[in-house]
């Protein structure tokens, strides 16, 4: 006679739950390393980055093109080392067999009590015994129950990956507090937000910028140096479009960041800009 009544369901359900709190905690476990991973290769990403801007003095041009860089490859890092091992497909199958490995007191019971409770009930009452299953199902349960849910399994590699997590963290802080000063200047440019002529760090403010002056009169030049130190700051200037730039020393006043030049006899239309550092 056959019955129509769920056959040791309880057990069967027991034994997927643990299945999944197995495949929970591997995703976890990968999460957690990918991250790791992420923050490390940002952190090599945001110091290259940083040393191209100061390489190329933080021009508009550089930190567009270095933030368009520094964005694809994060996004590239995040979909390689976080999503796609996270979206990866895990059979019930697949993570008995990963448990078994690691828990050799399971014996194989837990991956034919998957394959069989995976089938339901009025298949196995067909396939096998009831009985028979019912006492597989059964053992591997408390096997299962033996290894605490197969909680151990991940443990200490979940510990290992945030021990790692914690320590990319640690090392990305200190860089940037303690490193060079184009790493602070070079993450706060990298940000997407603001103009790239704002971003740049470096500065130097030109008196009196654009100004109409009296024939033969002198004229004074102040160049005041932010974000920067440097002991040469230099003075081009021209009176002919087609003729070279001059070049004049302005000499550092007591202020500091200070540099200033007389001009003297100013007698033409007169282009002029300073240089420092490159």
């Known amino acids: 006679m056959l019955s129509n009544q769920p056959l040791f369901t309880g057990d069967r359900d027991e034994i997927l739950r643990a299945i999944r709190q197995v495949r929970n905690r591997w995703r976890l476990r990968v999460a957690l390393r990918g991250v790791a991973v992420l923050l490390a290769a ?3 990403t945001l110091v290259l980055s940083a040393w191209g801007l100061e390489v190329y003095r933080f021009t508009p041009a550089a930190i567009i093109i270095f933030r368009v860089l520094t964005y694809a490859a994060l996004i590239g890092f995040g979909w390689w080392f976080c999503i796609r091992p996270v979206l990866r497909r895990i059979s ?16 194989a019971a837990v991956l034919s009590a998957v394959e069989e409770a995976r089938k339901g009930d009025r298949v196995a009452a067909f396939d096998h015994s009831p009985e028979l299953v019912h006492k597989l199902i059964e053992s591997a349960v408390e096997k299962i129950r ?10 200490r590699k979940i510990q290992g990956s945030s021990g790692w997590l914690g320590a990319a963290a640690v090392v990305a802080l200190l860089l940037f507090m303690f490193g060079p000063a184009y790493l602070r200047h070079g993450l706060v440019a990298l940000l997407p937000m603001g103009s790239a002529e704002a971003a740049s760090p470096y500065l130097i403010d030109l008196l009196p910028g654009d100004v109409t002056v009296a024939r033969g009169a002198d004229q004074e030049i102040t160049a005041q140096l932010q974000g920067f130190e440097t002991d040469e700051v230099t003075l081009f200037m021209r009176s002919d479009s087609n003729a070279p730039f001059e070049r004049l020393p302005l000499i550092p006043l007591e202020d500091q960041g200070l540099f200033e030049v007389l001009l003297f006899d100013v007698q033409d239309t007169t282009d002029y800009f300073v240089e420092a550092l490159g």
């Not at 019930?92 to 014996?107: G, I, K, N, R």
């Not at 033996?146 to 443990?155: L, Q």
């Open 146 to 155: 033996d290894v605490d849910m197969g909680r151990a399994v991940e443990h």
């Open 92 to 107: 019930d199958d697949q993570v008995a067999l990963y448990l078994e490995e690691h828990e050799p007191s399971l014996q």
């Open 42 to 44: 940002a952190l090599g």
